[in-house]
């Protein structure tokens, strides 16, 4: 247990509580503090900042140019603000975590954390760290359960169980391994280990809070209700996959609560986190976020956008300035009954790469993932999966509901492919015990051809 770390994480999340009452204005005015000091850091350490921005460093954020996956692991040494710090060393510590089975809440070089993503989206991106900087991800992590009413301290320790990657250079891994002390005794599960190995853990353990992936989190719900699992979270907390109505419905039903759909990632930390009457607001005084169209103009709140570009308020060690992400998100407005100011993001749609691109009669045809859900979230009893390749489209259902059948699987997918626009293709339709999961053991509900 690292103390310094848990005192700069404890002390974050007081001074963080004083920010749930400030208003539109206040919000604003740090934002753009936080955000010119942020400015000022890049351009004095980093040579890529100072050269993306060029003749730029004085304009407006929304006139610098966006900064994409490939532009910073490209030039990653350059876009660092210390020499102290190499991809090709971070890449080696990882590595050295991954087949040595180090300790990921163990600072490399005693001064830095890091993590990597496993790059289902095109490339490995790997990010990194200070104590204070990681002491920030931290905290914006354990503000979901600040929002979501959850208390914890000294006399009532968060016993909190997480269902995910137990790879050790995902930051959840990361973000665990740093929190393990006796006032957040942690359970860390490995969403690819067997469905009954991970319910006897969970009865023993007894979690206030669960987190896990969502096609994690719809099969316990599945053994809570066949009275295998016997837990009962004080809150249940969906993260790094799409969370949909129709698994949400469920997981309320095992557990009497609606479930917490927060929104985070690797580059970023949290970025989105709900409060008690599950309105979901934006980290505001962490981070900007900009949805943006195609062309990269913004649009307005009650549209989705094609892709989000994100600044991170905190970032120092690897500044990230209009960074490019591929989620599709809408932003809502702001008024709550919880009395946060903060915006409100109305839609996590998931990523551009969710969308299939299939023959159509008058050429390709983007097809988009809710298509699917519409068929397949009353078939699959523990979740689904759609896996493009040549001519065809394999579906996997994880169980069969009740009442439900392989045929009427594919009448409904060929229907709806039909309806979109879709030709000349194909569905397999299949039951399988597991489903398939990515290096990092998330299972996307839909996974296209690599180009």
């Not at 005084?285 to 943006?292: A, Q, T």
């Amino acid at each position: 247990m690292d103390l310094r770390l848990i005192s700069r994480v404890l002390f974050l999340r007081a001074a963080w509580r004083k920010r749930d009452h400030w208003d539109a204005a206040r919000i604003a005015a740090h934002q753009a503090h936080a955000l010119q000091e942020l400015r000022r850091a890049a351009y004095a350490g980093s040579e890529f900042y100072r050269r993306h921005h060029a003749g730029l460093h004085d304009a407006p954020l929304n006139q610098l140019p966006i900064v994409t996956k490939a532009d910073l692991m490209e030039h990653f040494d350059e876009a660092v603000t210390t020499p102290d710090v190499r991809i090709s060393d971070l890449e080696n510590h990882l590595r050295f975590l991954t087949e040595r089975g180090g300790d990921p809440g163990v600072p490399w070089k005693g001064k830095w954390w890091a993590a990597a993503t496993a790059g289902t989206t095109g490339r490995r991106e790997t990010f990194v760290w200070n104590r204070s900087e990681w002491g920030t991800v931290l905290a914006s992590y354990a503000r979901a359960n600040d929002w979501a009413g959850i208390s914890a301290g000294l006399t009532r320790p968060l016993k909190v169980a997480l269902v995910s990657s137990r790879v050790p250079t995902h930051q959840s891994a990361v973000v665990g391994a740093s929190l393990r002390s006796r006032l957040v005794p942690t359970l860390r599960l490995d969403v690819t280990e067997p469905t009954d190995e991970t319910v006897a853990a969970l009865n023993r353990f007894q979690p206030r809070v669960l987190v896990g992936y969502a096609s994690a989190l719809k099969p316990l719900a599945a053994e809570q209700h066949a009275g295998h699992l016997h837990i009962s979270p004080q809150g249940v907390m969906s993260a790094s996959e799409v969370l949909t109505p129709h698994t949400a419905a469920e997981l309320e039903a095992a557990w009497g609560s609606a479930p917490f759909d927060v929104y985070a990632a690797t580059e970023t930390a949290g970025i989105v986190s709900p409060c008690k009457y599950r309105n979901r607001h934006v980290y505001e005084d962490l981070l900007i976020i900009e949805p943006v169209d195609r062309d990269g103009n913004p649009v307005p709140p009650g549209t989705t956008g094609a892709r989000l570009l994100v600044t991170v308020l905190f970032s120092r060690t690897l500044p990230l300035i209009r960074y490019e992400m591929s989620d599709t998100v809408r932003l809502g407005g702001r008024g709550c009954p919880c009395g946060r100011s903060f915006m409100l993001m109305e839609d996590i749609e998931g990523r551009i790469e969710d969308i299939l691109h299939l023959p159509g009669r008058t050429g390709t045809v983007a097809v988009h993932p809710i298509l699917f859900h519409h068929v397949l979230d009353q078939a699959g009893l523990a979740g689904w999966q759609v896996i493009q390749e040549p001519g065809k489209l394999r579906v996997l259902l994880a169980g069969l509901t009740p009442g439900s059948s392989l045929e009427a699987v594919r009448t409904g997918m060929r229907t709806a492919l039909s309806e979109a626009g879709a030709i000349q293709t194909g569905v397999d339709v299949r039951i399988v015990d597991q489903l398939e999961r990515t290096a990092l053991g998330k299972a996307p509900f839909v996974r296209g051809m690599k180009s």
